[in-house]
């Protein structure tokens, strides 16, 4: 009989950035089974590169999660061999990951996955893609991919994800009236859906709301949440950004942050994404914070960002937000920004141009946007009622894989 085991199957060149995005899950699983596994999978990407990581800071993740780097799929099927193994899968979907894919399937591991940020994903995104659709090589062989891996999830060749958490209630009411179920429903013996149970869970940004409440402190500050500007989706859809044209917005950005903070006499402090270095010349005229974004959102007045997940922990907090776009940041990106400014009615400034608006006129617009905070809440961050999501998820794990 093999072995009920439960872990975390990832391709991570950073494992702190990991530790620390999926701290509360981590430690939740640890806490409730008695060995649990980290499962880097990195090396079997077709094409890496990149260093492996076969020793971690044991800070990183509690005493009886055991980290494991695979390198081959010998070594990947020996190690799950014996072990009837539920993974919390957090792997791309691209040609690159087709045979760890293929191997998940072999050995019959049963996958888990959690999308419970709150922010626009694929469905949003349709439009645009069928507009800009020739406009890509790349892109165009991307969504290829992505039907061909449908497909073979389809044939029983890779696997289907057993149990979805989704805290977006639009996407879960998009899959729910999709073809694939429709198809079921008229040929209950055919399954087709990718997705076989969906919970619904609150979203990660609630959670830290929830268990950071009382440390809020306003300290009169605004904050600047930084974005990449050669963003790996944009990149895949129109290339990097020149090095000269990359100078040039970020010369508007920081004339922007300094024209704000002069408006409303308050400094501005950046956060810089986890994953860019050597921004500092970039803003060598501001503070940049040693805390993370989600740490400095309840501690300041007005949040400012381009693109970033992390600003639904403004919404969460229910900030005076300031959104920023310009033609430098590209088409896709403008189009995943105009989404959060459409959807919550922000107040948008395109940075290519002065800012000539009174602080009365942004005050008032800030204002009138957070009476569309609460909708937004209920659709994207908190459709769950006061159940924390990593809760739930531990408690549905254990319903379905370990009764």
Same mark, same amino acid.
């Given at each position: 009989?093999?072995?009920?085991?439960?872990g975390?199957?990832?391709?991570?060149?950073?494992l702190?950035?990991?530790?620390?995005q999926?701290? *509360?899950i981590?430690?939740k699983?640890?806490?409730?089974?008695?060995? $649990?596994f980290?499962?880097?999978v990195l090396d079997?990407?077709l094409?890496?590169?990149?260093?492996?990581?076969?020793?971690?800071?044991?800070?990183?993740?509690?005493?009886n999660?055991?980290?494991?780097n695979?390198?081959t799929?010998?070594?990947f $099927?020996a190690?799950?061999?014996?072990k009837?193994?539920v993974?919390l *899968?957090y792997?791309?979907?691209?040609?690159? /990951?087709?045979?760890? /894919?293929?191997?998940?399937?072999?050995?019959?591991?049963?996958?888990v996955?959690?999308?419970?940020?709150g922010?626009f994903?694929?469905?949003?995104?349709?439009?645009w893609n069928l507009k800009?659709?020739?406009?890509?090589?790349k892109h165009?062989?991307?969504?290829?991919?992505?039907?061909l891996?449908r497909?073979?999830?389809?044939l029983?060749?890779?696997?289907?994800i057993?149990?979805?958490f989704q805290s977006?209630?639009e996407?879960?009411?998009?899959i729910?009236?999709g073809?694939?179920?429709?198809?079921?429903n008229?040929?209950?013996f055919f399954?087709?859906s990718?997705f076989?149970?969906i919970?619904?869970?609150?979203?990660?940004f609630?959670d830290?709301?929830i268990?950071n409440?009382?440390?809020?402190?306003?300290t009169n500050?605004?904050? /600047?949440?930084?974005?990449?500007?050669?963003h790996?989706?944009r990149?895949?859809?129109e290339g990097?950004?020149?090095?000269?044209?990359?100078?040039k917005?970020?010369e508007?950005l920081?004339?922007f942050?300094?024209?704000?903070?002069?408006?409303?006499?308050?400094?501005?402090?950046?956060c810089?994404?986890?994953?860019?270095?050597n921004?500092?010349?970039?803003f060598?005229d501001f503070k940049?914070?040693d805390?993370?974004?989600?740490?400095?959102?309840?501690?300041?007045?007005i949040?400012i960002?381009s693109l970033s997940s992390a600003?639904?922990?403004?919404v969460?907090?229910?900030?005076?937000i300031?959104n920023?776009?310009s033609?430098?940041?590209?088409?896709?990106?403008?189009?995943?920004?105009?989404?959060?400014v459409?959807?919550?009615?922000?107040?948008?400034?395109?940075?290519?141009?002065?800012?000539?608006?009174?602080?009365e006129t942004?005050?008032?617009e800030?204002?009138s946007?957070?009476l569309n905070?609460?909708d937004?809440?209920?659709?994207k961050l908190?459709?769950?009622?006061?159940?924390?999501s990593y809760v739930?998820?531990?408690?549905?794990?254990?319903?379905?894989f370990?009764?």
């Amino acid at each position: 009989m093999k072995d009920k085991t439960i872990g975390f199957i990832i391709s991570q060149e950073n494992l702190k950035v990991f530790a620390s995005q999926n701290n *509360q899950i981590i430690k939740k699983i640890a806490e409730n089974f008695k060995e $649990v596994f980290v499962i880097n999978v990195l090396d079997l990407k077709l094409g890496n590169t990149a260093l492996s990581i076969n020793t971690i800071d044991k800070n990183f993740f509690p005493e009886n999660v055991l980290y494991k780097n695979i390198k081959t799929s010998k070594e990947f $099927v020996a190690f799950f061999k014996n072990k009837d193994f539920v993974a919390l *899968q957090y792997l791309p979907k691209s040609p690159d /990951y087709y045979r760890i /894919y293929f191997l998940i399937k072999k050995m019959n591991i049963k996958n888990v996955l959690i999308l419970n940020l709150g922010n626009f994903g694929n469905k949003q995104t349709i439009d645009w893609n069928l507009k800009f659709f020739f406009r890509s090589f790349k892109h165009f062989f991307d969504k290829g991919f992505y039907y061909l891996f449908r497909i073979l999830t389809i044939l029983n060749i890779f696997p289907k994800i057993d149990l979805l958490f989704q805290s977006d209630t639009e996407v879960i009411k998009y899959i729910n009236k999709g073809f694939s179920r429709k198809f079921e429903n008229l040929f209950s013996f055919f399954k087709i859906s990718f997705f076989r149970k969906i919970e619904k869970v609150n979203s990660i940004f609630f959670d830290y709301y929830i268990n950071n409440k009382t440390k809020e402190e306003n300290t009169n500050t605004i904050l /600047y949440v930084d974005t990449p500007l050669n963003h790996p989706d944009r990149v895949r859809r129109e290339g990097n950004l020149d090095p000269t044209l990359e100078k040039k917005y970020y010369e508007q950005l920081s004339n922007f942050l300094k024209g704000i903070s002069k408006i409303f006499k308050m400094d501005v402090i950046i956060c810089l994404h986890p994953k860019v270095k050597n921004k500092n010349d970039f803003f060598k005229d501001f503070k940049i914070s040693d805390q993370s974004t989600l740490e400095m959102i309840p501690k300041s007045e007005i949040i400012i960002f381009s693109l970033s997940s992390a600003i639904l922990g403004a919404v969460m907090y229910k900030k005076k937000i300031i959104n920023i776009k310009s033609k430098l940041l590209g088409d896709y990106l403008n189009m995943i920004n105009s989404k959060y400014v459409n959807a919550l009615n922000l107040f948008s400034h395109d940075i290519d141009e002065e800012l000539q608006t009174n602080k009365e006129t942004i005050v008032k617009e800030m204002s009138s946007a957070k009476l569309n905070y609460d909708d937004f809440i209920l659709s994207k961050l908190n459709p769950d009622g006061e159940i924390l999501s990593y809760v739930k998820i531990v408690e549905k794990i254990k319903e379905n894989f370990f009764k």
